[in-house]
């Protein structure tokens, strides 16, 4: 593989879209248990924000030189206003988020101490947007598709996406922009028709699948299994490539091009924190395909580019500088040609 690639990073124009949040770190000690309660006391050292979901795909991409576009719908609040301004300390060229005065921001509250989470507080709401938002969402996005060379979907299965707010696939098929989908387990496969590309990591994969759950608990490579969700996701959804990440196995691929199972290896040396891994997976696989890069050349990238981000904490973004380094560490390690 020859790292080419780089120098056309920048001419790429990806729009994102799909929920978005803050990661909040609040890190401390605690060394006694509260006299209310059997639980421990924290003593609050440092408290960290982090771009999450749908603004963390958009920041893995920003921080590679890609031009991105995000587009979603939050609360109008406090956290909407941290958010924002988040957003552009990240690089991210546009920002676009329409106002749910009936939901927050989602902001996700972990405290950890001695690095072992303790507990995490989500503030969020789940409910579908109003019809008239999801007609404004739709034609947003629907304006944005001629300016861009793809679509990434981000379906954290927080209300944002229906059947109604999906219509816009057809237009961008239409417009032959390739979509690329990191789908939510509570959607059923249906809702994904006709985009390009899915990549479920393996519970998903067995949840939308309506599996069992044969390879969360397997102790060996389990082809046959993946294989066989492999290919019913891609039929029920009709999309060109069906990816499922499988953590310490890697990532395997269906395609129509070629059914039968292709299996690329890990290649992280040291694991942390798995958060965020699968949105620099899409990030990286979606910025290869939309330059015209061979399908497991795209996901040894993406491999790579995820073996760099699980071994930080919390949800992480890799620069183009830490995925040259790692590319030509794995080439000179032989574990890729």
Known sequence: MDF?????????????????GIDEYIWGDTHRISPEAPVPVVEVQSVDQKLGLSANVSQNLASLGVKTTLMTVC???EDAKTLAQMVRDAGIARFEALKDTTRPTLRKVRVICQKQ????VDFERSHALSPQLSKEFVEQICDELPKTDGVIIQDYGKGLWNRDTLTFIKEAKSRKKPVFVDPSRLSPLELYH???????NLAEAEALTGEKNLGVRA???????????????LKTTDCEES??????????????QNPSLIRIPTY??????????????IAVLSLM????RPLEDCMRVANAAAGVVVGQIGAASVTQEELRKELEHLKTEGLIA
């Open 117 to 120: 989470h303790v507990v995490r």
């Open 268 to 281: 992280a040396r040291k694991v942390f924190d798995v958060t965020g891994a699968g949105d620099t997976v």
């Open 289 to 292: 395909r939309v330059l015209g």
């Open 75 to 77: 609360g109008e609040d």
């Open 194 to 200: 006709g985009v390009t590309l899915l990549t479920p």
């Open 219 to 233: 102790q060996e490579f389990p082809k046959d299994h993946l294989e066989k969700m492999a290919l019913k996701i």
């Open 243 to 256: 990816i499922i990440t499988c953590g310490p196995w890697g990532m395997v691929v269906v395609s129509k």
């Open 4 to 20: 080419s690639f780089f120098k056309d990073f920048s001419k790429a124009h990806l729009l994102v879209v799909g929920e978005v």
